[in-house]
Each structure stands twice: as C-alpha cells, then as structure tokens.
C-alpha cells in the first residue's frame, strides 16, 4: 500500500512539474531570436511540451505596429505552412525607380513592394501570437506564433 502511495505522489509530481507555460516558450525564444532574428518555423519542445512556432520578420522603415504585425504575421503563417508542407503561397516583388527633375536638380525615388498572398490551412489560421518584439539592434520586427501540438 505505501507504494502504491509512494507511487501516486511520484507521478502527480512529475505530471505538475512538467506543466507547459507559454511564458518558458516566450523567453527562450526572445533569447534565441531578439539578437539575429530570423524568418522561419520550426518544432521546439520544452519540458515535455512540444510546440510549433512561426517566426516572421521586417524591416520595413514605418513605425505604424499595425502594419508591421500584419506584414510580419503573415510571413509567420508562410513559414509555417511551408514547414507542413501545403504551401498555397505565392510571392511577388516589384521595385520601382523614378527620376524627378526640378529646374537644376534631379532626384530619384526607389519603391519596393513584396505582395504576398497566401491560402493558410485551418491550423495556420489557429495560431496564437505568443510575441512581437524588436531585435536588438532596433531595426528589425520579429513576431512570433505559436502553437501547441
């Protein structure tokens, strides 16, 4: 009988200490991430807890979070759905330059846009946000997704 009991409080322990908490899964990849960021997915598992994460970045030169979540978002949920292999994304670059010329002095103006379009799986849709921070350096947008598998 004391083993048995010996046997319930062992395994209640473990079960407990090996509780999955996003916040380990936070901190360990601000750590690996925040000083050379970079765009992918991958598996992780942290004590016992297996995740998949989606990592998205930018360097676009706006200040405007809401279109640098999007951007770096959505590069996420790229990386992801090309980790499980069912990519239904395509990508598009266009870089414009333009020459304004004003009396005696001549300019010019280069644009780049990446369009992106993608048609992410149910899974990718489901995928919480765990962390959006800037590298170390400042320049660069890291968001990251998470999810629990």
Do not use: H, W
Request: net charge positive; with cysteine; glycine share 4%.
């Amino acid at each position: 009988m004391n083993k048995l009991c010996v046997l319930f409080l062992f395994l209640t322990i473990s079960i407990y200490s090996q509780e999955c908490k996003t916040e380990t899964l936070k901190s360990t990849v601000q750590n690996e991430y925040k000083s050379l960021p970079v765009e992918g997915a991958k598996y992780v598992s942290i004590n016992g807890c297996k995740y998949i994460i989606g990592l998205g970045v930018t360097s676009s030169p706006s200040k405007n979070l809401s279109m640098l979540n999007r951007i770096a978002s959505v590069k996420a949920r790229r990386s992801v759905v090309l980790l499980l292999g069912n990519p239904k994304v395509t990508t598009q670059s266009f870089l414009t330059t333009e020459q304004v010329i004003t009396d005696n002095s001549s300019s010019y103006i280069e644009r780049f846009v990446d369009e992106i379009k993608e048609e992410a799986s149910s899974f990718v849709q489901g995928m919480e946000t765990l962390d959006a921070f800037y590298s170390n350096d400042g320049k660069t947008y890291v968001y990251v997704l998470f999810k629990k598998i």
